[in-house]
């Protein structure tokens, strides 16, 4: 499993994981208290000036991680010609560049780095229970059991194929689900014959 | 304990890898991604809290930047695109539709019908719409529009959700932490 982290390094890992999301919460609020198109189009400029002082292919990487957004941009920009409302012009600035600004911390931040930020921010659980120990091994946990779920979908669906000239539709999500159960048991029986967890 | 939390593990994997898997046709030919059916399957077997707490993991999980939300998108910038609300709705889905089956001592499939209908519909539309409606600068009734088109598949996923959590319940009774 392949984190957005961008393996380009550029100035921007070398800044805490902390502050570049500090900074992350006061930008988003900032962009929709802004409704004046000329500013929030050098607010947009200003947003854009950080993947592009990163270099081309960075600025590439991260104008393609935008894709997801293109139907929402479309809709608002229909309705707003049809509309004749100009509105729509800061409406789409604002959508582009809120969405730019947290994907750029996502691309210059390392995954244990992210983890780590979210341990500590989660650190006050511990008073109900959840302690930061517990909160680790089930990341670790779903980190580890992504690829080894993916493979079993993969050989139950070919083992459908095997059988039924039908494509496997919704009928293999329960051999799916049962193989995360069983799963979930026998790392649990793991987990206590070393002493449990916490 | 160790049960609690291998089982919350599993399923934040779970929710990851249905959204991952190559979409799946229902009888109709409309193309579903199987995550949100995820979610409701982690209220309905797990139950309201492990549910919610699942959801939550994964999300997290996601919000670090891995790219497990479906068609492979992640990061912070999926919170702070038009499906955000959708986002911030999953954990609350989860709890509801996971409350509903603890509580109502109706026939599990039933209730898990239910369970999912109110979670995963009623809830996650109710964090969805007010979100795209800040985020694209609609008022909420314009907003409901753009969320229509997803209604039918969601009734689907709720029916499925409840064929799906009756057989696991056959498959594996001890598994139903929801009715423990």
Redesign the interface.
């Known amino acids: 499993?392949?984190?957005?982290?961008s393996p380009l390094e550029t100035w921007a890992h070398r800044l805490p994981a902390g502050l570049k999301?500090a900074a992350?919460c006061l930008w988003?609020p900032l962009l929709?208290a802004l409704h004046t198109p000329a500013v929030l189009t050098l607010a947009t400029l200003a947003t854009a000036a950080l993947p592009l002082s990163c270099g081309l292919d960075f600025a590439l990487a991260s104008a393609r991680?935008?894709r997801?957004?293109w139907p929402?941009v479309l809709?608002?920009a229909l309705?707003h010609l049809w509309l004749a409302d100009p509105?729509?012009i800061?409406?789409i600035l604002?959508?582009i560049t809120?969405?730019?600004?947290?994907?750029f911390?996502?691309?210059t931040?390392r995954?244990s780095d992210?983890?780590a930020v979210?341990t500590t921010i989660a650190r006050p659980l511990a008073a109900i229970g959840l302690s930061p120990g517990?909160l680790a091994?089930?990341?670790a946990?779903?980190?580890r059991?992504?690829p080894?779920?993916?493979f079993k979908?993969e050989v139950i669906a070919q083992a459908f194929r095997a059988r039924s000239p039908r494509?496997p539709?919704?009928r293999i999500?329960?051999p799916?689900?049962?193989a995360?159960?069983?799963?979930?048991?026998a790392?649990?029986?793991a987990?206590?014959a070393r002493g449990?967890?916490? | 304990?160790?049960?609690n939390?291998?089982?919350?593990?599993?399923?934040?994997?779970?929710v990851?890898?249905?959204g991952?898997?190559p979409k799946?046709?229902?009888m109709s030919g409309v193309p579903i991604t199987?995550q949100s059916?995820g979610i409701m399957?982690c209220g309905t077997?797990l139950g309201s809290w492990r549910g919610a707490l699942a959801v939550l993991?994964?999300l997290?999980?996601t919000?670090?930047?891995?790219?497990?939300l479906a068609?492979g998108?992640?990061?912070?910038?999926?919170?702070?695109?038009?499906s955000a609300g959708y986002l911030a709705g999953f954990p609350a889905a989860a709890f509801v539709a996971g409350l509903v089956v603890e509580r109502w001592q109706a026939p599990l499939a039933t209730a898990a019908f239910t369970g999912a209908a109110l979670g995963g519909i009623v809830v996650l539309y109710a964090f969805g719409i007010p979100g795209m409606a800040?985020?694209?600068?609609?008022s909420l009734p314009e907003a409901s529009l753009?969320a229509l088109p997803f209604l039918a598949g969601d009734l689907i996923k709720c029916v499925?959700c409840a064929l799906?959590t009756r057989?696991?319940a056959q498959?594996?009774p001890g598994?139903l932490l929801s009715r423990a």
């Not at chain 1, 499993?1 to 982290?5: C, E, V």
């Not at chain 1, 809120?98 to 994907?103: E, F, L, Q, R, Y």
């Not at chain 1, 995360?180 to 048991?185: H, K, P, T």
């Not at chain 2, 800040?134 to 609609?138: D, E, M, S, V």
């Open positions: 499993m392949l984190a957005l982290t999301m992350l988003t929709f991680l935008l997801p957004l929402f809709i608002v309705w509105s729509g800061a409406i604002r959508l809120a969405v730019a600004a947290a994907n911390v996502t691309m931040t995954l992210m983890i979210i517990l091994l089930a990341i946990m779903v980190i059991f992504i080894v779920m993916l979908a494509r539709g919704w999500l329960v799916i689900l049962l995360a159960l069983d799963d979930a048991d790392v649990a029986e987990l206590r449990g967890a916490g | 304990m160790e049960k939390l291998t089982h919350i593990a599993l399923f934040a994997a779970l990851a890898v249905l991952l898997l799946i046709d229902l199987a059916l399957l077997v993991l994964f997290a999980l919000a670090a930047g891995l790219p497990l068609g998108r992640g990061g912070l910038g999926v919170f702070a695109s038009p800040l985020a694209l600068g609609k753009l499925l799906i057989t696991v498959m594996r598994a």
